[in-house]
C-alpha cells in the first residue's frame, strides 16, 4: 500500500492518497492542514516502526477504511510521539516515559530502545514535513508491498 500525503495551504481540510495493493484508491481525509507533522502521518510512522498489526494503517491495508486504532495503538504512538518531544532523548527519559506511558497496558512489553528509534523517525518525518512547500507531498510505503 502507498500512501501519499500533500502539503495543503493552511486551514484547509487535508487529507491523503491511499493506494491500496488490491487496487482500492481512495482520499482519506484527516484534520485541518498546516506546518505541523499530520497526525496520520504520525500515526503510520509509529505503526510501522513498531510493526503495530492492530493499528489504523493495518486495518486500511486489510481492506477496512474506517478501521479505528485499538487501544494499544494508540497509547504507543502517544509515547512515542511524547518522547520524539523530548528536549533531550536519553535512554533513562524514554524508559521512565515508557514506564508511565504504558501502565494503562500491563500486558504491554516495549524496549525502551525501540521507542526511541521509533521517536527519532518521527523527528526526522516532521523535519521533512516542515520543509514541504504547498503542493509538494510526502509519500509512504506500508510494509508488504
Do not use: C, N
Request: a negative charge; hydrophobic letters at 45%.
Amino acid at each position: 500500500m502507498r500512501v501519499t500525503f500533500p502539503r495543503l495551504p493552511d486551514h484547509e481540510r487535508a487529507w491523503a492518497l491511499v493506494e491500496r495493493d488490491d487496487g482500492v484508491v481512495y482520499r482519506l481525509y484527516g484534520g485541518t492542514a498546516g506546518p505541523r507533522l499530520p497526525h496520520d502521518i504520525m500515526h503510520l510512522v509509529v505503526e510501522r516502526e513498531l510493526r503495530i498489526k492492530d493499528g489504523i494503517w493495518a486495518g486500511i491495508a486489510a481492506g477496512e477504511p474506517s478501521h479505528p486504532p485499538g487501544l494499544r495503538a494508540e497509547v504507543l504512538a502517544d509515547l512515542v510521539s511524547s518522547a520524539a518531544t523530548l528536549d533531550t532523548m536519553t535512554l533513562e527519559k524514554v524508559k521512565r516515559l515508557t514506564a508511565a506511558k504504558l501502565s494503562v497496558l500491563p500486558d504491554a512489553d516495549v524496549d525502551p530502545v525501540v521507542i526511541a528509534a521509533a521517536a527519532r523517525a518521527l523527528q526526522v518525518e516532521a523535519a521533512r514535513w516542515a520543509r514541504l512547500r504547498i503542493g509538494e507531498e510526502l509519500s509512504y510505503d506500508w510494509p508488504g508491498t
